[in-house]
């Protein structure tokens, strides 16, 4: 079969949303459909500046890069005035503000979808914060083909899934793919037919985390090779909870526990106002962006990650650290409560609350057993159900639904198949 | 219609033959997947189902103990488990959607073909632990004894009806001008008079009067369901004692 992916960018560009539809597309490509992305030539969407070549080939995926209207102060303070007075009246004379300042404004991307969408059976638009989904989905319309959309929402950022606009491409596609149970939950709660959402969720490719031995990993970043060792990743944004878990490894470290704490991901202004309220305490390690490679070493040296956030919309870094054998401490949020097992692969804690976080922390540390068993529990749980594989199953299965969906509503077929790949007999 | 069984030779795959030929469904069996029909019934996973782009694809996982074939569910539109204990498995563990998933019987799986066909399974929305589909599996459960009586044909057909025009949104419905060039404009000018009350109140309002209108036909289905089943005993007590 022949898909279309349209998304805001495609690696190398760097984010989550990104990663996803690379994966999907070339799982998808191995299993002999044929993918094309279309997506803006930007590595930044702060920006959106244009930076990347028109036509790429990557990993059998045709990348297809259009350029976009570049992101100036004035465009985010288009932006900024939309939203603000949106979300003050929810009147939709804003929309076209806030779609003109969220970008990427791609007019050839329309265009190529215009002319060109016919050929495909189906287009997945991904990451429905951004403007190349309405018109995106927009298009799919005018030609009558099978649309979906991957909305990637945030639940504590309404402006995500719930502008008017956002709310037509949810109920008017074929079908909404959540990756969280809690998405799809806020999805129904919109009132969408439970039929068209489905929950497919993030996957990693286990051959990517090779195992490090901790000690190794430990001298290699300079970190004590006794103790037990508590891991913050992520962007030190306010929401991500680096506050509240500094404050409870600073409470058990003064009650005199073998522990350290290892901050790892890029600063921002919150991070760096938080630093010097923490300076001297023992045992705190602070690194900023750190590669891949780095990254692999740091979850191979800890012990246990801890990521309070409450904004987050799935927490992938979560299964990174399972399947390198750790357990792991996150908020009791709904996006984060669908993706870890309390009790069984990590923790849930009160959102903001240090003591609960401390406890959380001092029960692994006292009982090394259990934190072997809950890593070992993680790392089964992301073999089962959060591969690549896995997800793309779940996302092919969600085309063909779709599909059959549509032939059954439009009228009697011809018992043709989809080009692509012919109908396999036999088990 | 024509509905193609797909499996290793069972008890089961043959039973499931019958309740289709007995649907009045022209039924092929085999392992070898036809193009031509518009019912799959696939007794575990099958190659077939990441291909197939047309008809109703149904998974029986009723027979399989340990749901090995779980992963699976994903190529199928519907999926027939045995127990709540597997609903909640392939709901919890796997993460699949609980509308999609139902406990029921060789007797019930007529209706429940039926109304997937004709796009009228239950659009209520599941919870994900809690409550189970066992209502509607205990709905979709009657006792293998003569068709109805004339009365409650003719309710069950009103609740067709009923269940028809469930739906009033007038979902097709768009603003339109046939007025050349400025057609386009004065559309957009009327859309936008009117949206201010129909996006924030008018379309709610009538979204929810379609949650309730639904929902009341489930319920006039469950009770007309209970009623038929009740009328049943009774004629077979009636039976029972004419017959000493």
């Given amino acids: 079969m022949r898909f279309l992916h349209v998304t805001q960018r495609y690696p190398p560009a760097i984010g989550g949303a990104e990663r996803y539809i690379a994966d999907l597309s070339e799982e998808l490509v191995q299993r002999g459909h044929q993918v094309d992305v279309f997506t803006s030539r930007a590595l930044d969407f702060h920006t959106w500046k244009n930076e990347l070549p028109h036509f790429e080939r990557l990993n059998g995926v045709d990348v297809y890069r259009f350029s976009a209207m570049r992101r100036r102060g004035w465009v985010w303070s288009i932006l900024h005035f939309g939203l603000r007075n949106y979300w003050r009246t929810r009147s939709r004379w804003y929309e076209p503000l806030i779609f003109l300042g969220g970008g990427p404004l791609a007019p050839g991307m329309l265009w190529a979808i215009l002319t060109r969408g016919r050929r495909y059976d189906l287009i997945h638009l991904s990451c429905l914060v951004y403007g190349h989904v309405a018109y995106g989905y927009w298009a799919a319309q005018q030609l009558g083909v099978p649309v979906i959309v991957t909305p990637h929402a945030h639940a504590r950022q309404e402006d995500t899934y719930n502008l008017g606009y956002q709310r037509d491409v949810m109920f008017g596609c074929d079908h909404v793919v959540a ?40 001298r290699r970043l300079g970190l004590p090779d006794e103790g037990f060792i508590v891991l913050f990743l992520g962007r030190k944004s306010n929401y991500k909870g680096l506050d509240v878990a500094l404050e409870a490894y600073a409470a058990l470290q003064s009650q005199g526990l073998p522990i350290s704490f290892l901050a790892v991901g890029p600063e921002t202004d919150y991070s760096q106002a938080l630093w010097p309220r923490y300076q001297g305490l023992p045992g705190l390690t602070v690194l900023g962006a750190v590669s891949d490679e780095e990254k692999l070493a740091t979850l191979a040296a800890c012990d246990c990650l801890v990521l309070p956030s409450i904004g987050e919309a799935f927490g992938i870094v979560f299964l990174e650290a399972w399947l390198m054998g750790k357990p792991v401490i996150g908020a009791r949020v709904p996006a984060v409560s669908s993706v870890i097992d309390d009790g069984q692969n990590g923790w849930l804690t009160v959102p903001g609350d240090a003591s609960d976080l401390a406890a959380s922390i001092a029960r692994l540390v006292a009982d090394p057993d259990l934190t072997h068993r809950m890593g070992a529990r993680g790392r089964d749980k992301v073999l089962r159900r959060y591969t690549v594989p896995c997800i793309t199953d779940r996302v092919e299965g969600i085309y063909l639904r779709v599909l059959r969906r549509r032939q059954r509503t439009s009228g009697p077929h011809d018992g043709r198949q989809s080009a692509a790949r012919p109908l396999e007999q036999g088990r | 219609m024509k509905a193609h069984v797909a499996g290793p030779t069972s008890p089961a795959a043959s039973a499931v033959c019958c309740l289709l030929r007995e649907r009045g469904d022209v039924v092929s069996y085999s392992d070898q997947v036809p193009l031509d029909a518009d019912l799959y019934f696939f007794l575990g996973g099958h190659e077939a189902m990441k291909c197939l782009t047309h008809g109703l694809v149904i998974l029986d996982l009723r027979h399989d103990t340990t749901l090995e074939t779980a992963p699976w569910v994903s190529y199928a539109d519907l999926c027939l488990v045995r127990s709540d204990q597997d609903r909640e498995a392939l709901v919890d ?28 399974l239950p659009r209520t929305h599941i919870e994900r632990r809690g409550m189970t589909m066992a209502d509607h599996g205990t709905a979709m459960r009657p006792e293998d004894v003569p068709g109805p009586t004339p009365q409650i044909a003719s309710l069950a057909a009103r609740l067709e009806g009923i269940e028809r025009q469930a739906d009033i949104m007038l979902r097709g419905y768009r603003v339109r001008s046939r007025l050349p060039v400025i057609g386009p404009l004065i559309a957009w000018v009327r859309r936008n008079l009117t949206s201010h009350l129909r996006e924030p109140y008018l379309d709610p309002t009538l979204e929810r009067q379609v949650a309730v209108n639904r929902e009341l036909v489930i319920t006039l289905r469950e009770l007309l369901d209970r009623q038929t089943d009740l009328e049943r005993r009774l004629a077979r007590f009636e039976e029972e004692q004419r017959h000493g």
């Fill in chain 1, 179 to 218: 990756v969280t149970p809690a998405e799809r939950d806020l999805f129904l709660d919109l009132g969408l037919d439970p039929w068209r959402v489905s929950v497919a969720g993030n996957g990693l490719r286990p051959d990517d985390y090779p195992g490090e031995q901790q000690a190794t990993a430990r």
């Fill in chain 2, 93 to 120: 563990a796997h993460g699949f959607e609980p509308e999609r998933i139902f406990l029921v019987t060789d007797d019930a799986l007529s209706d429940l073909v039926d109304k997937a066909v004709r796009d009228a």
